[in-house]
């Protein structure tokens, strides 16, 4: 079976860019999740869906994070304007239910210059 | 709310020792934990999990030992080999963070052949 699949897996801009990072998740899997790990702050969770419906997105750092989820095969986290400091690692996640083994995709390096 | 962490930030072994690594949570809601292995330039990877109503549970090699007197949990990695050489991550979710894990800063483990 395919797992997470991310893209891109590297992503350099400028400051001030839309930057669009992608996620597919495990087929059948009903939650899903968004991360960033940062060597600062370790992982944390940006916000994650059940059945395609936002939960909590407590952790989006800023309203120039956004994320959609407009199927059951595809998610977005899109940042409006990206500046340095969200230079980290993105990771997507999925799970069949809550509270069982979330699968990891292998993230989406993203710098900002 | 949730704070996994972790007592040493690094472990190296022998090729052939068994490993311990240990983790503390602040929650006493918390009702899942789980490990993850993250190598380089990967997502983390699933190892095994455990939930409260047991405080021992078994995998190839690995057995993770959950303490909820003293908010502690483990995991035992037996017959450790240079293949496990990662960064190791509890997680645990429950209570009022109901679905969302909160990770451990991790381990830094190797394995010396």
């Known amino acids: 079976d395919a797992g997470v699949i991310q893209s891109p897996r590297h992503e350099v801009t400028e400051m001030g860019q839309e930057v669009t990072l992608r996620c597919k998740p495990i087929s059948g899997h009903d939650y899903l999740f968004w991360y960033r790990q940062t060597m600062m702050r370790g992982l944390e969770l940006l916000i994650y869906f059940n059945n395609n419906v936002p939960i909590d997105d407590s952790g989006m750092p800023e309203d120039r994070f956004s994320a959609k989820m407009p199927n059951a095969s595809f998610s977005t986290l899109k940042i409006q304007p990206s500046e340095p400091r969200d230079s980290a690692v993105y990771f997507c996640a999925s799970s069949f239910r809550v509270n069982q083994p979330q699968h990891f995709g292998d993230g989406t390096r993203l710098s900002i210059l | 709310g949730e704070s996994v962490g972790l007592h040493l930030p690094t472990l190296s072994v022998q090729e052939g020792d068994n490993s311990i690594i240990n983790c503390a949570y602040s929650n006493s809601a918390s009702d899942y934990f789980i490990w993850y292995k993250q190598e380089s330039g990967k997502g983390p990877q699933f190892i095994i999990d455990?939930?409260?109503?047991?405080d021992k549970r078994q995998g190839q090699r690995v057995t993770v030992l959950l303490n909820k007197t003293v908010k502690h949990l483990s995991l035992q990695i037996a017959a450790t080999q240079p293949g496990d050489s990662a960064v190791y991550f509890c997680?645990?979710?429950?209570?009022?963070?109901?679905?969302?894990?909160?990770f451990g800063q991790g381990t830094i483990l190797t394995v010396h052949p």
């Open positions: 997680a645990g979710a429950g209570g009022t963070s109901y679905g969302k894990l909160t």
């Open positions: 455990i939930r409260s109503n047991m």
